[in-house]
């Protein structure tokens, strides 16, 4: 299994930048995937998940800024973010579990795969 993220740079406050995570090697629609960033000297954190049958979770921190959108033809998963804040600045990573329709987890250990991750930067 390979995820690969990518679209992570630059923005300033208020900005918008749109990731994208490629995966292959995987029955696609049988695995949720998650976004997950992690700051400098903090843990990592799930930002958005979305199952295999379209659910998403949010957290409260990016709720109203960030969507999370998956294309089944196209093996991939966006996570759309607008009014980007510094504070969003971290790497983020995708990653994918094997789960049964509609078992949305926004929790770092559930996950099975990882890509390398993609940084974001929010300029003040």
């Known amino acids: 299994v390979k995820l690969v993220e990518s679209g992570g740079g630059l923005v300033p406050a208020g900005g918008s930048l749109r990731l994208s995570c490629a995966a292959s090697?995987?029955?696609?629609?049988?695995?949720?995937i998650g976004w997950f960033r992690q700051a400098p000297g903090k843990g990592r954190e799930p930002v958005s998940c979305?199952?295999?049958?379209?659910?998403?979770y949010y957290a409260d921190s990016v709720k109203g800024r960030f969507t999370i959108s998956r294309d089944s033809t196209k093996n991939s998963v966006y996570l759309q973010m607008n009014r980007l804040r510094p504070e969003d600045s971290a790497v983020y990573y995708c990653?994918?579990?094997?789960?049964?329709?509609?078992?949305?987890?926004?929790?770092?250990?559930?996950?099975?795969?990882w890509g390398r991750g993609t940084q974001v930067t929010g300029s003040s």
């Open positions: 090697a995987i029955t696609f629609p049988a695995y949720a």
């Open positions: 979305i199952t295999n049958d379209g659910i998403t």
């Open positions: 990653a994918a579990r094997d789960a049964p329709l509609g078992d949305i987890r926004a929790v770092v250990s559930e996950y099975e795969y």
